[in-house]
């Protein structure tokens, strides 16, 4: 089985721009979710979605945003970048409640 | 909302001395705990999981973890590690009834030679 797919892998921005980041699951999975690492901040959640919708969120500001397709595949959008927003965003896939997530090799996201 | 802290941002060990990184947590809920292992540049790998039964589990690498209910702990422990266990660690918990996830600040293992 193919693992948890990032794309792209690194990303370079301006601020005032905003990004897309995909994120293709393990196939089978229905649950995506979604993380900002950071040196200061760590690991924290975004989001997670579960056959195309939201179902818990993290506490981030409107500016971030994500949807999941039919396919189970996700998508992550940040609008307005600010260079605070550079980090290693993690997607990680997941069959149900009680079951280990697997992660991407993130997407290392640069605001300049 | 469940939280993690991980006593020591960073621990380093001669290589083949023991280790043991540690990991409490505090929930309103019951939860599922987890350590990741992360190297450079790379996502995050599951070490190991416990969800039920025996508060002892084990990885195929050398590592084990224990669950202390009333500790609220989930220690990690290799009787001799390698430099190849030179990584970042992340403890996490996890509610039984949804997947927010949330993590420790990591730990950061150096071997030594």
């Known amino acids: 089985k193919a693992g948890v797919t990032q794309t792209p892998r690194y990303l370079i921005k301006t601020r005032g721009q905003q ?10 999975h229905r649950s995506v979710s979604w993380y900002q690492q950071t040196p200061g901040q760590g690991l924290q959640f975004l989001f997670e979605y579960f056959s195309e919708t939201q179902r818990n969120k993290g506490n981030f500001p409107g500016r971030f945003s994500g949807r999941q397709f039919s396919n189970s595949r996700s998508e992550m959008n940040v609008s307005t970048l600010e260079l605070g927003d ?3 965003y993690l997607c990680a896939s997941s069959e149900q409640f009680n079951t280990e997530a697997f992660f991407g090799q993130g997407t290392r996201l640069t605001v300049v | 909302a469940q939280s993690v802290t991980q006593l020591d941002s960073q621990v380093p060990v001669f290589e083949e001395a023991p280790v ?7 929930s309103s809920v019951s939860v599922y705990l987890f350590w990741y292992v992360q190297y450079p540049n790379q996502g995050l790998q599951l070490l190991l999981k416990y969800l039920s039964g025996s508060t002892l589990v084990e990885s195929i690498n050398g590592f084990e ?15 001799s590690v390698h430099i190849s266990d030179t990584a970042e660690y992340f403890c996490a918990v996890r509610p039984y009834n949804n997947n927010d996830m949330r993590f420790g600040a990591g730990t ?6």
């Not at chain 1, 990004?19 to 089978?28: D, K, W, Y």
């Not at chain 2, 043991?20 to 505090?26: A, G, I, P, V, W």
């Open chain 1, 19 to 28: 990004v897309t980041l995909s994120c293709s699951p393990i196939s089978g």
């Open chain 1, 86 to 88: 550079s980090a290693l």
């Open chain 2, 20 to 26: 043991e990184l540690r990991c409490n947590y505090s």
């Open chain 2, 65 to 79: 973890a224990e669950f202390n209910k009333s500790q609220t702990s989930f220690h990690l422990r290799k009787p």
């Open chain 2, 108 to 113: 950061r293992l150096t071997v030594k030679p």
